[in-house]
């Protein structure tokens, strides 16, 4: 109970503010390095978003507020418990990645777009297992996590984020779900063995019928033959 607890805790926590600290300063003259964008608010609004290379600013009036990175950004989701719809309590953890696609929105749209959009995929994967059983959770993994991206994209569009790809990582099953679903393989197995095993013997059976008739047609049409012979013979 005291670990739910501490989870349930961990869950409702508010957002961490961003850290200003390591701001660049601003000296008139900046160099804005690639896959960078710059925002700009001149004596407390926004100015507007240097672009990649020699910038020119007034100082004191204008300062850098937020650097944002262009590049695509990797995310660990945490590992969460969720139900499927045969009520079945499932730990998953998975892998998110990330784009800025406007520096805007996620300056000011959001107060910190990667805890969002991780809080946001949680709720959401825990959403899309609530509608799935057990067995087609591990079946239709791929239809998931596009069914996430989907969710995400819906929601950070205002954020100014766009989710490029989210993978499971892992998928824990309770002991006693996996003992059930491994008998259950078992048994399926042996299923499989004991109607192969019944599918030879009926063939064997089939063949060994067929070559007796067979042997017996010859024998007849053979007696047959020798009856004629005789009949022209005496003849």
Known sequence: QRSQQLKHSAWLAPAPHRLNSGLPVNIGVLFVPQQEAWVVERMGKFHRILEPGL??????????????????????????????????????????????????????????????????????????????????????????????????????????????RYEIKDIHVPPRVKESMQMQVEAERRKRATVLESEGTRESAINVAEGKKQAQILASEAEKAEQINKAAGSA
């Open 55 to 164: 910038n020119f600013l007034i100082p004191l009036l204008d300062r850098i507020r937020y650097v944002q990175s262009l590049k695509e950004i990797v995310i660990n989701v945490p590992e969460q418990s969720a139900v499927t719809l045969d009520n079945v309590t499932l730990q998953i953890d998975g892998v998110l990645y990330l784009r800025v696609m406007d520096p805007y929105k996620a300056s000011y749209g959001v107060e910190d777009p990667e805890y969002a959009v991780t809080q946001l995929a949680q709720t959401t994967m825990r959403s899309e297992l609530g509608k799935l059983s057990l067995d087609r959770v591990f079946r239709e993994r791929e239809s998931l996590n596009a069914n996430i991206v989907d969710a995400i994209n819906q929601a950070s569009d205002c954020w100014g984020i766009r989710c490029l």
